[in-house]
């Protein structure tokens, strides 16, 4: 398989400083509605000379807030994207989420477990407007065949990018 | 410049530094002084002198002599630090990073090398501090046999640190240093 020659530039759109809308659900994989809508900050730069990038999250959740980054790395083999996300609270390299763009979509896959069930976890990249970008997570237990999503993200270009 | 040809006492040092491999083989040794400040020497901007050894467990004394820099910036809270590395290597110059990840619970650091030409995670070397020299293990194959790699990490002076990597072929007993990395602070 070999990969799409410009796939390297798929995240190029995230480079920057964004302020972060979250919004995410209160409790995972139990049939809840109730969401918590909290900010944040994500800051994110090139790395490996274009061929990956390394963000910077402080999350202000209701509770506290904490630090988090992302290791995102393109495999110029196969046009795909490895996605590490590291939580600030027990500093340690998630196993990476796998997957790649398509018509303008990201979309990630990687597998965990919760609560002492295995699941399959998935990250939707997107672009709901030219300027801003969205992630999603999602959880499912049922090996992909449905999905709760539980985690969202808007982001907005940050006051100081926005005058460049 | 102080930098002269490949220095007998700096072999004697990082060989020094062999004894302490015991302490770190199991990764989930704590190091006593191991804290998350750890690398707080490091932070910083720094100019590089790369020596390569140009064959690995090859008996080679043949050295590569190039030079580079270091960017290093807390990540994390200070749980964690990433680092921008530009290598002006003869073949050609790239760039590679370090990511340093501090495991409060083992009082371990662990250290992730990325590098541009090849841009895959392998698994970390894993360590920890004594004294202010740090000291970084992984099991690694190298030329289809199992190696031990040590990294190790020191300060040297307000202004300068050093930075070592060895393989051993025979499971730790004994180390052949094969690239080094001389530290100096920019102004």
Same mark, same amino acid.
């Given at each position: 398989?070999?990969?799409?020659?410009?796939?390297?530039?798929?995240f190029?759109?995230?480079?920057?400083?964004?302020?972060? $809308?979250?919004?995410?659900?209160? $409790? $995972?994989?139990?049939?809840?509605?109730?969401?918590?809508?909290?900010?944040?900050?994500?800051?994110?730069?090139?790395?490996?000379?274009?061929q990956?990038?390394?963000?910077?999250?402080?999350?202000?959740?209701?509770?506290?807030?904490?630090?988090?980054?992302?290791?995102?790395?393109?495999d110029?083999?196969?046009?795909?994207?490895?996605?590490?996300?590291?939580?600030?609270?027990?500093?340690?390299?998630?196993?990476?989420?796998?997957?790649?763009?398509?018509?303008?979509?990201?979309?990630?896959?990687?597998?965990?477990?919760?609560?002492?069930?295995?699941?399959?976890?998935?990250?939707?990249?997107? $672009?709901?407007?030219?300027?801003?970008?969205?992630?999603?997570?999602?959880?499912s237990?049922?090996?992909?065949?449905?999905?709760?999503?539980?985690?969202?993200?808007?982001?907005?270009?940050?006051?100081?990018?926005?005058?460049? | *410049?102080?930098?002269?040809?490949?220095?007998?006492?700096?072999?004697?040092?990082?060989?020094?530094?062999?004894?302490?491999?015991?302490?770190?083989?199991?990764?989930?040794?704590?190091?006593?002084?191991?804290?998350?400040?750890?690398?707080?020497?490091?932070?910083?901007?720094?100019?590089?002198?790369?020596?390569?050894?140009r064959?690995?467990?090859?008996?080679?004394?043949?050295?590569?002599?190039?030079p580079?820099?270091?960017?290093?910036?807390?990540?994390?809270?200070?749980?964690?630090?990433?680092?921008?590395?530009?290598?002006?290597?003869?073949?050609g110059?790239?760039e590679?990073?370090?990511?340093?990840?501090?495991?409060?619970?083992?009082?371990?650091?662990?250290?992730?090398?990325?590098?541009?030409?090849?841009?895959?995670?392998?698994?970390?070397?894993?360590?920890?501090?004594?004294?202010?020299?740090?000291?970084?293990?992984?099991?690694?194959?190298?030329?289809?046999?199992?190696?031990?790699?040590?990294?190790?990490?020191?300060?040297?002076?307000?202004?300068?640190?050093?930075?070592?990597?060895?393989?051993?072929?025979?499971?730790?007993?004994?180390?052949?240093?094969?690239?080094? *990395?001389?530290?100096?602070? *920019?102004?």
């Open positions: 398989m070999s990969g799409n020659p410009d796939s390297a530039r798929d190029d759109f995230l480079i920057g400083r964004w302020t972060v $809308r979250h919004q995410r659900l209160r $409790r $995972r994989l139990a049939g809840d509605t109730q969401w918590d809508a909290f900010d944040g900050t994500m800051h994110a730069r090139l790395i490996l000379a274009g990956g990038n390394f963000d910077e999250n402080v999350i202000h959740l209701p509770t506290g807030s904490y630090q988090a980054c992302t290791l995102r790395l393109h110029p083999h196969t046009g795909r994207w490895s996605i590490h996300w590291i939580d600030g609270r027990d500093p340690k390299l998630d196993p990476p989420m796998v997957g790649q763009f398509t018509d303008g979509v990201g979309t990630f896959f990687g597998n965990d477990s919760f609560q002492g069930r295995p699941i399959r976890v998935r990250f939707l990249w997107t $672009r709901p407007d030219p300027s801003g970008a969205r992630w999603e997570q999602a959880f237990v049922d090996d992909g065949a449905s999905w709760e999503t539980n985690w969202i993200m808007n982001f907005e270009p940050a006051e100081k990018d926005k005058a460049a | *410049m102080e930098w002269g040809t490949i220095d007998r006492r700096l072999f004697l040092a990082t060989g020094a530094g062999a004894a302490l491999a015991p302490a770190f083989t199991h990764a989930t040794s704590p190091a006593t002084e191991t804290r998350s400040d750890g690398f707080d020497f490091l932070l910083g901007r720094w100019n590089v002198r790369h020596r390569k050894l064959h690995r467990l090859a008996g080679s004394q043949d050295w590569q002599d190039f580079g820099s270091l960017n290093v910036a807390p990540i994390l809270g200070g749980l964690g630090n990433f680092d921008v590395n530009r290598l002006d290597d003869p073949a110059a790239y590679a990073h370090s990511l340093r990840l501090y495991n409060p619970a083992a009082r371990t650091w662990s250290i992730w090398w990325l590098d541009a030409r090849a841009p895959a995670l392998i698994p970390p070397v894993v360590g920890g501090f004594s004294g202010t020299r740090g000291s970084f293990f992984a099991d690694e194959i190298f030329e289809d046999r199992p190696i031990k790699v040590r990294t190790t990490y020191e300060p040297l002076a307000r202004d300068r640190a050093q930075w070592t990597q060895a393989f051993s072929a025979d499971g730790g007993a004994s180390w052949e240093v094969n690239w080094i *990395m001389d530290f100096r602070r *920019m102004a």
